[in-house]
């Protein structure tokens, strides 16, 4: 028995470790760097990141120019690698990474911990990348002292274009009697024409008749990209290029989550949306909007996400039907919103798509004006809601994934201002959680609860309430995933033309206008 187990277990063992070795995507640059450091390091997550302290790639009075420091405390929640050790810049200081032409990820890893006496409060600085400005008197304690569900470090993911110069220089500028830090360094290529599509790729611009072309000479700052109705998902197992995807479920705007149904189907990529678009995961899972019409045609399903005012905004949403009850067109069709106004009137999956388990994303630009002449943190709304036009079979409506990215000013700048410190998050308190990493979230937030003195004791409670909430939430939701559920009655009693079709139909009717 045991000798069967074991054999199970390395089969499996070996299966899986096969799958995370030929992932559909393979970059052409990949370079991983440990600032701070000057030896080869292995990160939790099998990646192995280069010290930056010897490298024939930037200057070698690099000891002379910054020095390299060890975090004084850590944060348990904070990996070693790439964030135990930091590189300090008191003056401007370039990294000159050799990389062929084409779209890449740049991320910037921070951990704003205090190296040798210096104060973590009082770091501001610039960064720029090719002709860039990606960050600009950027504080990455006060970013993080803001970030929800709380966290010590963070990941600033871009998307630049290289040209033939064959380098991409990142610049480190503190701002004056400031000093400027970084963890870690990961530059990764992107396929052409993915996100940056140009002229094959008209994208609507929300609230205007017009479309937007996103060419190679936009940059690109990641600011969301979830696996909605799924799981966190890491890096290894992206489609090669080292992304995360991460849960919705605290974006959801009050109370109505709606279900998370997931079946594994084999997903069935195309030519428009190749194997390396998001991985399976991304679009076997997805959030729809409950198991009752009446119900579903009476909310918007929403999200919520702070973004800076004054810029463009790109969002990519990623569809597939995998539920067996939908395969073909007209039976489950919704309007897409982005802050209130329409973005899409129709999204039929199956009509896009061609079919169930192929996937399919749609680009939507939106612009979010500076409200008063003044920069700030602003809510970016995203809603669904059945469009009932054409007498689709279902009420419903499905995201399987979101992407949302803020685009270049046009001055070439991303920057935005820093967040207010003891800002009150201007999200929404994290929603039920789905299954997952659900206890370590859970403890963080009741941390936060009790650590924050002005939050009193009905805070707390709330959480409580939140977290027993969540737990029941969850095991009726996973229930409606496997087994048929009233939204398949309803269905049923829709074809099958009883009283209760009729009732729907006026609806449906009421809903049109
Ligand atoms: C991804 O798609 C490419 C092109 O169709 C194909 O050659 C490759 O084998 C696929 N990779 C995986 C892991 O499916
Ligand atoms: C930056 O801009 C200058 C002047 O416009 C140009 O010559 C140079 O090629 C640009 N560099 C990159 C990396 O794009
Ligand atoms: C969208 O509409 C809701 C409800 O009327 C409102 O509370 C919210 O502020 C609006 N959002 C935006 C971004 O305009
Ligand atoms: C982004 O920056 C580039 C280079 O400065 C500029 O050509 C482009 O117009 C900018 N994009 C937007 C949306 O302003
Ligand atoms: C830099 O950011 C801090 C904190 O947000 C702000 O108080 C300060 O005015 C900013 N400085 C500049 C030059 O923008």
Redesign the pocket.
């Known amino acids: 028995m045991l000798t069967i187990a074991l054999y199970l277990y390395s089969l499996l063992h070996l299966l899986s470790s096969t799958a995370a070795t030929?992932?559909?995507?393979t970059p052409t640059d990949y370079f991983l760097l440990n600032c701070g450091s000057s030896s080869k390091a292995t990160s939790p997550d099998g990646r192995s990141w280069d010290g930056d302290a010897t490298s024939k790639f930037w200057p070698s009075n690099i000891g002379t120019t910054s020095s390299p420091s060890t975090a004084t405390e850590q944060d348990p929640s904070v990996t070693d690698i790439p964030f135990l050790t930091a590189r300090i810049f008191t003056s401007k200081f370039t990294y000159t990474f050799p990389v062929s032409s084409g779209p890449k990820f740049i991320r910037l890893y921070f951990y704003p911990a205090t190296y040798s006496n210096l104060d973590r409060s009082k770091s501001y600085f610039s960064v720029t990348a090719a002709n860039y400005t990606l960050l600009t008197n950027f504080s990455a304690f006060l970013t993080v002292s803001a970030l929800v569900p709380q966290q010590s470090s963070l990941v600033k993911e871009f998307i630049l274009n290289v040209r033939d110069t064959q380098k991409l220089d990142i610049t480190f500028n503190p701002s004056p009697n400031s000093y400027a830090f970084i963890n870690g360094i990961e530059v990764v290529s992107i396929p052409n024409n993915f996100y940056m599509k140009g002229d094959l790729n008209p994208i609507p611009l929300v609230g205007s008749q017009q479309f937007f072309y996103i060419d190679d000479n936009t940059a690109l700052e990641t600011l969301y990209r979830l696996n909605v109705g799924g799981n966190d998902v890491s890096v290894n197992h992206d489609?090669g290029m080292y992304r995360t995807w991460q849960q919705d479920g605290q974006y959801i705007y009050g109370g109505a989550v709606g279900l998370v149904p997931h079946l594994e189907i084999p997903i069935r990529?195309t030519?428009e949306t190749?194997?390396?678009t998001a991985p399976a995961t991304v679009y076997t899972t997805a959030r729809t909007m409950g198991r009752d019409p009446y119900v579903n045609l009476e909310y918007r399903l929403t999200w919520i996400f702070n973004v800076d005012s004054g810029f463009l905004y790109l969002a990519r949403l990623h569809f597939c039907e995998f539920q067996p009850e939908v395969t073909k067109e007209n039976e489950r069709i919704f309007s897409v919103y982005m802050n209130n106004q329409t973005a899409d009137q129709e999204v039929d999956v199956i009509h896009l798509s061609g079919g169930r388990g192929i996937p399919v994303f749609k680009d939507y630009v939106l612009s979010v004006p500076v409200v008063d002449g003044l920069r700030s943190k602003v809510d970016l709304w995203l809603a669904m809601h059945p469009n009932m036009n054409s007498k689709p079979m279902y009420a419903d409506a499905i995201l399987n994934g979101l992407e949302i990215f803020k685009l270049n000013q046009s001055d070439g700048s991303l920057a935005g201002p820093n967040p207010e410190y003891d800002m009150v998050p201007a999200q929404p308190a994290p929603y039920p959680k789905l299954p997952g990493k659900e206890n370590s979230k859970t403890s963080s937030w009741l941390v936060v609860a009790v650590s924050g003195g002005v939050i009193g004791g009905v805070f707390l409670i709330s959480v409580i309430g939140f977290v027993i909430f969540s737990r029941r939430r969850r095991v009726r939701d996973s229930g409606a995933s496997v087994v048929k559920s009233s939204w398949v009655q309803f269905s049923i009693s829709h074809t099958s033309k009883s009283t209760k079709t009729n009732a729907y139909r006026l609806i449906s009717a009421d809903i049109s206008h």
Do not use: D
């Open positions: 030929t992932p559909p995507y489609t990529y030519n190749p194997n390396y």
